[in-house]
Every structure is written in structure tokens, then in C-alpha cells.
């Protein structure tokens, strides 16, 4: 089994870091033979698309400059690992009721046409089939429920674009209400904990 973790956050005390690696490690407590492959988008982000690679991705190899092929390269390496994991797993902080810009640039590089997604005559395609996934969000505030849920606009992008490429089955855990004082930053890490110990066994 080969696992794809992507963490986002770049602050060393990230609970959905947390969460999410420990996640990891029940995921491959039972599975001597996995492989896992992180990319830390905190501490190595992915540059933000610019001219050069959104020009590179769009051009067919023959046709690209040095500096293009480079980025084409780059991106390339990142639909490779996203395409060899049979399990991803991504973790967030909500800022500003969305997801790190350091996690929008790796979607950026690897939703690409032809390569996690085509355009078909009954309409897209996604490629990047036959994956499970768990997102990890971590907030300071309630989003899974309540007067707040509707801010939350990360789990709906996320799932969205997920889909969008083909990667369907997908679970959510929340670390949340993390504002809200020492005691409910205990409960809220111990229910994260106990739900990754049962999704990890119902793996």
C-alpha cells in the first residue's frame, strides 16, 4: 500500500498535522509493506502557478523552454506520487474558512488535463480513480455543524475538486473548537484520535 500524506500547515504545533501523521502510523501499524510518501507543503511549499508552468503544462514537451520543461517536470512529479497512492491524506487548517494556499498550488499542479482528468463528450472525466482519501481539518471555531457550517468552504472545495479528478470515496475528520480553551482542545484531539483509530481498523 502506498500512502500519499499531504500536510499544509507550516506552524510546528499544527494539530491537523498531528492528527493527520498519526493517522499514518495507525494506517501502517498493520501493513509492514507500505510506502509512504510526504510532502510537506508547510516547511517545501509548492510555487504559486506563474507564467512559466501555467505556459509548460499546456504545451507539448517538444515545444517547451528549458525553464518550462523544468516546471512541467515539477508538476509532473507531483501527479506521479498522487497517482502511485492507493490512500491520500490531507491535512488543513481553515484560514479564512478555506483551505493553505500552499495546498491550493499542489491541487494547481496536479488537477491536470489529460493527466487526472480529461474532457470527454459526455463531459469530464476524473482519472485519478480508485483512491481513498481522508482530510484532516483543524479550526478554531465549530464548522462541521451549527450556525458556522456554512463558512466552512474548505471540505466543499476540497470534495468538489477531489471528484473533479476522479477521487470519490472520501472521509472527513475534524479537530475543532480549538479556540474555545485547554479543555476543548483535549476533547477536541481526543475525538480526532478516536475517529482515525476506527476509520485506521476499518481500513
Known amino acids: 500500500m502506498t500512502i500519499l500524506l499531504v500536510t499544509s500547515s507550516p506552524r510546528e504545533e499544527s494539530l491537523s498535522t498531528k492528527i493527520a501523521t498519526e493517522f499514518v502510523e495507525k494506517l501502517t501499524a498493520a501493513k509492514s509493506d507500505s510506502n509512504v510518501i510526504h510532502r510537506d507543503l508547510g516547511h517545501d511549499p509548492i510555487p504559486h502557478l506563474d507564467m512559466v508552468s501555467t505556459s509548460a503544462i499546456r504545451k507539448a514537451p517538444e515545444d517547451r523552454t528549458p525553464e518550462e520543461a523544468e516546471a512541467a517536470e515539477y508538476s509532473d512529479k507531483l501527479v506521479a506520487e498522487l497517482l502511485a497512492a492507493d490512500t491520500v491524506v490531507i491535512a488543513t487548517g481553515l484560514i479564512n474558512f478555506n483551505i493553505y494556499s500552499t495546498l491550493k498550488s499542489w491541487i494547481d499542479n496536479i488537477a491536470r488535463a489529460g493527466k487526472t482528468f480529461r ?85
Request: net charge negative.
Open 119 to 203: 474532457y470527454t463528450a459526455e463531459g469530464p472525466q476524473g482519472l485519478a480513480t480508485g483512491k481513498k482519501v481522508y482530510i484532516v481539518l483543524a479550526a478554531a471555531g465549530v464548522y462541521s455543524e451549527g450556525p458556522a457550517a456554512g463558512m466552512n468552504h474548505a471540505i466543499p472545495y476540497l470534495t468538489t475538486v477531489l471528484g473533479f479528478m476522479g477521487m470519490v470515496d472520501v472521509e472527513v475528520i475534524y479537530v475543532e473548537g480549538l479556540a474555545f480553551g485547554p479543555e476543548a482542545v483535549e476533547k477536541a484531539i481526543a475525538a480526532a484520535q478516536e475517529r482515525t483509530e476506527q476509520l485506521a481498523l476499518a481500513a
